[in-house]
RNA sequence: GUCCCCAUCGUCUAGUCUGGCCUAGGACACCGCCCUUUCACGGCGGCGACCGGGGUUCAAAUCCCCGUGGGGACGCCA
């Protein structure tokens, strides 16, 4: 192909301005807006993170929004406590956090606007006129819509208090093209004028949501289902505003056992709860993804996949329950995929706050014992201590079942003949436990049990040989002999 | 009540858009077997679902309609 210098370089720029506007169309911008009225819960997690997944996808923005409209009921502590929420699940921000209570000259230039353009009314309807009329609507089986009492008037109300409502288009239809769900379409005349801004002059969520997410750019909005019938009041909002309306994504609720949507009365929603409860954040990340989003048949997923694979076509359509099962298998995954050292790390830090001297045994090699067998840090806490515990506690049960009067003459030989294996490693510790059973003739299953529960205290526990190897000669022997001490 | 959304194993889901490859796949949980000095881990196997009814079609989990069920919204909360 050959063209002209002229007509190339004309090319060249038409290419680049096409470039330049994909660019523009393909720039993501995505944000979460908890309000601070609580600790970060399970659903406000998930949100977030699809959000951030979706921004770091696109290698676009995500924003953090803190929306405090609702000054009686946000507090800092709650901002604090989903701040690290957040940090803790790992999901950085880019801008923020802003907060909607220091933006409120910008909210009510917005609503002058509409007012000056009879695009939103005073309203003197008392709260109590409107409760009545909303009884009496829902008793009549109608739904129970503003009636646009304030709407026409003409006449000035002196002093009574008022509410500021946009005055919405009362026929057509308003249109949802859901990322999720599809084009949903509402009728205009099952919406009413919603409230903008309350009696005291501050503005309510529905407005600022709409003024905050045009001024700060959005244009990906990932949200719970129930807000979907927020959704086409907020189109007409823009409408009104003069903003192009973002791209909304409806996803579906996270329930309880009991197919309600998931709420305190169902245990830990918290996020942080489930933290203190020994879960590691990455397990939480990939559970949460995989709740109403999916990859084919995989189910284990680190960060980085997560942010490659993630895309809104998979987003499921129907509500999930929170399988906690699932979490804790995921859990368990993430900890046993763990190197050593780095288990080591999980329970290391409460040993030492609890005043263990966490030398001997290396804990890399009781990281290495235990992380097979503990399903979230707690248990790998207590299973670590049997290595570096003074004083070990013996399960009764156990005890009377397995220490049994014969078996004394036995551990105890055991107990003396472990000094004298030199050196002290795991396949010279094999071998004579192996020479120790066949030189009585009796059976590996006859020692084992007993011999463990005098070193740990019970029957679950690690390998018996890599036990005696990381307690020492003298420890184990002491173990034993403590055991045989409290046997009658 | 009105409006909106949804519907595959007990649970999370693949498959649905673009009908046939589906005697419906995977995972968690549960059960059994194997491995084994215990408990686990791991391996193998089992149990277990297309909500119902119509229609379209040679063919429906898949498309359409109607039921039913579940969820959500209906606030001077967000």
């Known amino acids: ?30 944000r979460f807006a908890p309000s601070p009225t609580g600790f970060l819960h399970i659903g406000g997690a998930r949100t977030a993170l699809f959000n951030w997944l979706y921004a770091r996808h696109f290698g676009g923005t995500f924003v953090l929004r803190i929306e405090d409209t609702d000054a009686q009921r946000s507090t800092q502590e709650s901002v604090d406590v989903i701040l690290e929420g957040m940090k803790w699940l790992g999901l950085d921000w880019d801008e923020g956090p802003f907060y909607q209570s220091e933006r409120r000259e910008l909210y009510l230039a917005e609503i002058e606007k509409l007012l000056a353009h009879g695009k939103a009314y005073r309203c003197y309807c008392s709260r109590e006129e409107l409760d009545e009329k909303r009884t009496k609507a829902m008793d009549e089986g109608k739904k ?47 919406l ?150 780095a288990v080591a ?14 030398q001997t045994p ?38 009377t079942k397995f220490i049994t009067e014969d078996k004394i003459e036995m551990l105890s030989d055991f107990a003396e003949g472990l000094k004298s294996i030199t050196p002290f490693t795991e396949e010279s510790i094999s071998a004579y436990m192996k020479s120790f059973v066949e030189e009585r003739g009796i059976k590996m299953k006859n020692v084992g049990p007993p011999i463990r529960i005098a070193l740990t205290g019970t029957m679950a ?8 190897k990381l307690l020492g000669q003298v420890e184990s022997a002491t173990r034993i002999r403590n055991a045989l001490k409290k046997t009658p």
């Open 144 to 190: 129970p819509k503003y009636d646009g009492t304030c709407r026409d008037r003409t006449s000035q109300a002196e002093d009574k208090s008022f509410t500021i409502r946009f005055r919405a288009p009362e026929t057509g239809k308003t249109v949802v093209d859901d990322m999720i769900k599809g084009k949903v379409v509402f009728d205009n005349g099952e």
């Open 192 to 341: 009413d004028d919603l409230i903008i801004a309350r009696s005291d002059g501050s503005p309510t969520y529905n407005f600022v949501v709409v003024v905050d997410d045009a001024t700060m750019g959005i244009t990906h909005i990932l949200r719970g289902d129930d807000h979907l019938n927020n959704t086409p009041r907020q189109i007409q909002l823009y409408d009104a505003l003069g903003y192009t309306a973002p791209v909304f994504g409806h996803m579906p609720l996270i329930l309880g056992q009991d197919k309600k949507r998931l709420s305190k009365r169902h245990g830990a929603t918290s996020v942080m709860a489930y933290k203190d409860m020994g879960y590691l954040p990455e397990a939480m990340i990939n559970f949460l993804a995989r709740l109403g989003w999916s990859h084919g048949d995989q189910e284990i997923f680190s960060k980085e996949e997560l942010i490659r694979l993630f895309d809104a076509d998979n987003i499921g359509k129907s509500a999930g329950v929170f399988n906690e099962e699932k979490l804790l298998w995921l859990n368990a995954h993430y900890i046993k995929s763990r190197s050593n050292s």
């Open 461 to 468: 526990s690690p390998d018996l040989i890599k036990v005696i």
């Open 362 to 399: 290396p804990p890399d090699a009781a990281g290495e014992a235990i992380k097979e067998r503990a399903k979230t840090t707690l248990e790998l806490e207590a299973m670590a201590k049997i290595f570096y515990s003074n004083e070990i506690t013996i399960d009764e049960d156990a005890a």
């Open 1 to 30: 192909m050959t063209i002209s210098t002229h007509s190339a370089s004309l090319f060249h720029s038409k290419i680049l301005e096409q470039a330049t506007r994909i660019q523009a169309m393909a720039e993501v911008k995505t």
């Open 345 to 358: 790390e999980l329970f290391l830090p409460a040993l030492k706050a609890e005043g263990y001297a966490t």
